[in-house]
């Protein structure tokens, strides 16, 4: 019972942080359409100028990684969670 718990809560997170990446996403591409494309200098950038109204962190209080310009996409961008085991391109990262 206390191992589903923890597996519950885990996926409660991921659910939650996929949510919240969606409007993280959606700011980031605010800015970078008022912005000639170019990425924000960081996402506290996103809230501070309007764009964002949450604070850009996962369900387990860490603030969201954005690169910039994306490593797969040199025209892009990659936003990612470190997910619950906290490391940085784990395998339970969230994107």
Known sequence: LLLLGARERRLVGI?????????????????????????PPSLE????????????????GRSFRLVCPGRKDPEGYELMSD?????????DRVE
């Open 45 to 60: 950038v996103l809230k501070a100028n309007g764009y964002l109204a949450i604070d850009p962190i996962d369900a387990w």
């Open 83 to 91: 997910g619950p085991d906290r490391e940085m391109g784990g395998l």
């Open 15 to 39: 659910r939650s942080t996929r949510a919240t990446l969606g409007l993280v996403h959606a700011a980031v591409g605010a800015y970078r359409a008022d912005h000639e494309r170019k990425c």
